[in-house]
């Protein structure tokens, strides 16, 4: 660390710990100057001659407590998450992406070069995971297979988080399905509803359409149902279909998601009953959603459409980073007074005025220092792109981001279920200890930006079947790039 880094983290420290500085010393002088100079008899006759005010000061403390512990908001407990493992024939090398392709005849020699080297430069391993139904030469695109990968898929994570937490699933309150682009009748929540035999009462939501990001929307969701629910449980699903959404056209744009998108689901339980914080892992502190749909551009760079062969797939557009920055910064503007220490807040405050004052239109905004405020961070894994522009955005160290990075590289770009398979690689690594701040970031379209910020209850082990179990030991591995 070197000194400018010292000279910060003190001005860090003093500016967050002044008020106690300031005000607890004298604080104390008064009490001790009032208490020194009543006897005990002195005490007892206040007490005496002012006992219907002392009554009634009880009462209205009594009442103010009531009040408050009755209209805060419950708290929200992440008991436990399970993070889908895919079978091990299902693995997909470079070598054998490369040769599948190349059996399509769809693909014409431009396409096969075009994806090659997007696969080079994704940052993605030789152990990714896609459906059986892609393996299959030809593949299958059906909706018989898209169900198979859906039932593999949510129902593998369920049956671990119910084996690791030991719940009925009766005791479900709440259901919250999100699957962007495989909505099928009936419904995905339907689907797990009838599998596992949910009570008939159960809050079920099933969200389409809202891309990568949709993680986050489904536990502000869960979170806010369970404002409204007592004593309950909200099972929370993030999962991505591949099967019927494979693109079969040569439009450069629609080609990336091939190289990209991999087989993965989560599945997250909350509570809000008082007797499970002990038993669980994080307490959910933060949700910021931020949306910029209104903005054309922004509401089209990732669109599902047909080409001119009426082929159908999910186009990219090359605004896409430029337009994730902004909702990026959008986000954190909000996100950063709930969660910078005044310190950061005073310097990006005074750079803000500074700036207006002068008309300085060349001075860069300050970018406030996040790494005060989170101890670890799961950034989406939607690409190399998108994990080297939020390390220099927000400028952080390879450590802060090697959770993303490796999530890229062992499992692909699993659309909503990313984070939780980069908290499971933080967990695995012995890192989570009580007390650390864990910040979500996740981005889809539409355009959104979505953040999510927990706290870690105690220092958490990684669950049993955790995804990382069977190879954390070959992590972090080098990354040309």
């Given at each position: 660390?070197?000194?400018?880094?010292?000279?910060?983290?003190?001005?860090?420290?003093?500016?967050?710990?002044?008020?106690?500085?300031?005000?607890?010393?004298?604080?104390?002088?008064?009490?001790?100057?009032?208490?020194?100079?009543?006897?005990?008899?002195?005490?007892?006759?206040?007490l005496?001659?002012?006992?219907?005010?002392?009554?009634?000061?009880?009462?209205?403390?009594?009442?103010?407590?009531?009040?408050?512990?009755?209209?805060?908001?419950?708290?929200?407990?992440?008991?436990?998450?399970?993070?889908?493992?895919?079978?091990?024939?299902?693995?997909v090398?470079?070598?054998?992406?490369m040769?599948?392709?190349?059996?399509?005849?769809?693909?014409?020699?431009?396409?096969?070069?075009?994806?090659?080297?997007?696969?080079?430069?994704?940052?993605?391993?030789?152990?990714?995971?896609?459906?059986?139904?892609?393996?299959?030469?030809?593949?299958?695109?059906?909706?018989?297979a898209?169900?198979?990968?859906?039932?593999?898929?949510?129902?593998?994570?369920?049956?671990?988080?119910?084996?690791?937490?030991?719940?009925?699933?009766?005791?479900?309150?709440?259901?919250?399905?999100?699957?962007?682009?495989?909505?099928?009748?009936?419904?995905?929540?339907?689907?797990i509803?009838?599998?596992?035999?949910?009570r008939?009462?159960?809050?079920?939501?099933?969200?389409?359409?809202?891309?990568?990001?949709?993680?986050?929307?489904?536990?502000?969701?869960?979170?806010?149902?369970?404002?409204?629910?007592?004593?309950?449980?909200a099972?929370?699903?993030?999962?991505?279909?591949?099967?019927?959404?494979?693109?079969?056209?040569?439009?450069?744009?629609?080609?990336?998601?091939?190289?990209?998108?991999?087989?993965?689901?989560?599945?997250?339980?909350?509570?809000?009953?008082?007797?499970?914080?002990?038993?669980?892992?994080?307490?959910?502190?933060?949700?910021?959603?931020?949306?910029?749909?209104?903005?054309?551009k922004?509401?089209?760079?990732?669109?599902?459409?047909?080409?001119?062969?009426?082929?159908t797939?999910?186009?990219?557009?090359?605004?896409?980073?430029?337009?994730?920055?902004?909702?990026?910064?959008?986000?954190?503007?909000?996100?950063?007074?709930?969660?910078?220490?005044?310190?950061?807040?005073?310097?990006?405050?005074?750079?803000?005025?500074?700036?207006?004052?002068?008309?300085?239109?060349?001075?860069?905004?300050?970018?406030?220092?996040?790494?005060?405020?989170?101890?670890?961070?799961?950034?989406?894994?939607?690409?190399?792109?998108?994990?080297?522009?939020?390390?220099?955005?927000?400028?952080?160290?390879?450590?802060?981001?090697?959770?993303?990075?490796?999530?890229?590289?062992?499992?692909?770009?699993?659309?909503?279920?990313?984070?939780?398979?980069?908290?499971?690689?933080?967990?695995?690594?012995?890192?989570?200890?009580?007390?650390?701040?864990?910040?979500?970031?996740?981005?889809?379209?539409?355009?959104?930006?979505?953040?999510?910020?927990?706290?870690?209850?105690?220092?958490?082990?990684?669950?049993?079947?955790?995804?990382?179990?069977?190879?954390?030991?070959?992590?972090?591995?080098?990354?040309?790039?």
């Open positions: 660390m070197n000194s400018r880094n010292y000279v910060k983290l003190g001005y860090h420290y003093l500016i967050t710990h002044f008020l106690k500085l300031m005000l607890v010393p004298p604080v104390m002088a008064v009490l001790f100057t009032n208490v020194s100079l009543l006897t005990l008899n002195q005490l007892q006759l206040q005496q001659y002012n006992l219907v005010g002392v009554i009634s000061l009880i009462t209205f403390a009594i009442f103010g407590c009531t009040v408050f512990f009755m209209s805060r908001p419950r708290s929200v407990y992440l008991v436990d998450y399970s993070c889908y493992l895919p079978p091990s024939d299902q693995k090398s470079y070598q054998k992406f040769n599948n392709s190349s059996l399509i005849q769809d693909f014409s020699e431009s396409s096969l070069e075009f994806q090659r080297k997007i696969l080079v430069r994704s940052g993605l391993g030789e152990e990714t995971y896609l459906p059986e139904s892609i393996h299959c030469t030809p593949p299958r695109p059906t909706m018989a898209a169900r198979e990968e859906a039932e593999q898929v949510i129902f593998g994570a369920l049956d671990n988080l119910f084996e690791n937490t030991k719940i009925n699933p009766r005791e479900i309150g709440v259901l919250v399905v999100n699957c962007s682009l495989f909505n099928p009748t009936p419904s995905l929540s339907a689907m509803v009838n599998k596992y035999k949910l008939g009462n159960v809050k079920s939501f099933n969200l389409g359409g809202m891309g990568c990001s949709a993680g986050v929307i489904a536990v502000d969701l869960a979170s806010d149902m369970l404002q409204i629910l007592r004593n309950t449980f099972l929370v699903v993030s999962t991505e279909n591949i099967t019927q959404n494979w693109y079969f056209g040569n439009k450069k744009a629609m080609l990336i998601p091939n190289c990209l998108f991999r087989v993965g689901g989560s599945a997250v339980l909350l509570s809000n009953k008082p007797l499970d914080r002990k038993r669980s892992k994080y307490k959910l502190v933060h949700t910021v959603r931020t949306h910029k749909g209104s903005d054309e922004a509401f089209s760079c990732v669109y599902q459409e047909q080409d001119e062969c009426l082929k797939g999910v186009s990219l557009s090359k605004d896409l980073m430029a337009i994730a920055g902004e909702a990026l910064k959008t986000n954190i503007t909000t996100l950063g007074p709930l969660v910078l220490p005044i310190s950061e807040q005073i310097l990006f405050f005074a750079t803000f005025v500074a700036k207006r004052l002068f008309n300085a239109k060349k001075q860069k905004p300050y970018i406030p220092d996040f790494k005060l405020a989170f101890d670890h961070f799961c950034i989406h894994a939607g690409g190399r792109a998108v994990i080297d522009e939020l390390e220099k955005s927000l400028k952080l160290s390879p450590i802060h981001v090697e959770a993303s990075r490796m999530t890229l590289h062992r499992f692909g770009n699993t659309s909503s279920s990313s984070i939780w398979y980069e908290l499971a690689y933080t967990e695995a690594k012995g890192r989570m200890r009580k007390g650390n701040r864990v910040w979500q970031i996740a981005f889809g379209s539409g355009f959104k930006c979505n953040s999510a910020v927990w706290m870690a209850l105690r220092d958490v082990e990684p669950s049993f079947k955790n995804p990382w179990e069977h190879c954390i030991d070959r992590y972090p591995v080098k990354i040309d790039l």
